[in-house]
């Protein structure tokens, strides 16, 4: 019975990272590590499991994958220590892009966008947040940011022409950095590259080493039902990221240091 109660938890645990569609790559990278720390004898069918159905999150896939030549926990515990430490590097970085009487406009939900802009609160006179459909996940960023008492205005994903109007700045998150420099990041993150350039709007992407990738990314669909009742007679289409290439990019922002147009080959060094 307790051998049973066990399995069941296990595969509770297991399902929880899985089917997670609206955490951000930096919260499912930690919560799959955990999972591993506390079910160490099965990092390996994890692995497969997250190559499966993460294939979008190349930072949830590397992490895993290191756990699986580790020898125990301990050393769990120390990648996980490097990755926070590098998070909070690259935040401690954001500081030098906020200028003050800031606009910023974002879109999803990136745990370190959330942190920069918390940190900077100081010099940020606003925040635009489009929503990011299908998951909404960024409403939960606008209600985090206005709790802490920043000016928060929500947008729909299609509003990008209202929400950069007046905006000082674009930031966004990185679910990864690919090798030819561009980003991978939520569903209409191009889309809002595009118009930032056209309002002459700087466009920052934040996060760091552990999200650069250097393999290709297909980019797959997710459940049509998640955006159309069941019986339509026309075909749904559900993407949840797009791939905005680097001359939309302002400059990264990361634990190595912040990479501009200019530097962006340097970071060939650290893939």
Do not use: Q
Request: hydrophobic residues 40%.
């Amino acid at each position: 019975m307790l051998w049973e109660l066990s399995f069941l938890k296990l595969i509770r645990g297991m399902k929880m990272v899985i089917r997670d569609n609206i955490s951000g790559s930096e919260k499912l990278t930690l919560e799959a590590l955990y999972y591993v720390k506390n079910n160490f004898s099965e990092r390996f069918n994890f692995f497969e499991k997250i190559k499966r159905y993460k294939g979008e999150m190349p930072e949830v896939i590397k992490a895993v994958y290191l756990t699986l030549d580790m020898k125990g926990v301990d050393d769990v515990d120390s990648l996980i220590k490097k990755i926070t430490d590098a998070k909070e590097n690259a935040i401690n970085n954001s500081s030098s892009i906020f200028k003050k009487d800031d606009v910023v406009t974002t879109i999803s939900y990136s745990s370190m966008v959330e942190m920069a802009i918390k940190r900077n609160s100081d010099k940020i006179v606003g925040v635009n947040v489009l929503e990011s459909r299908p998951m909404f996940e960024g409403r939960l960023l606008a209600k985090s940011l206005a709790s802490n008492g920043i000016n928060v205005r929500l947008f729909t994903d299609a509003s990008i022409y209202h929400a950069l109007k007046g905006s000082t700045m674009t930031l966004v998150g990185m679910d990864a950095l690919l090798k030819d420099f561009s980003l991978l990041h939520k569903v209409g993150t191009f889309p809002l590259a595009l118009a930032s350039r056209e309002f002459s709007v700087p466009f920052y992407s934040i996060g760091h080493s552990f999200k650069f990738y250097d393999k290709k990314i297909k980019l797959r669909r997710h459940s049509p039902s998640e955006i159309c009742e069941k019986g339509v007679n026309f075909t749904c289409i559900n993407y949840y990221f797009d791939i905005t290439p680097s001359r939309f990019i302002t400059a990264y922002i990361t634990d190595l240091g912040i990479f501009t147009k200019n530097g962006f080959r340097d970071l060939l060094n650290y893939f």
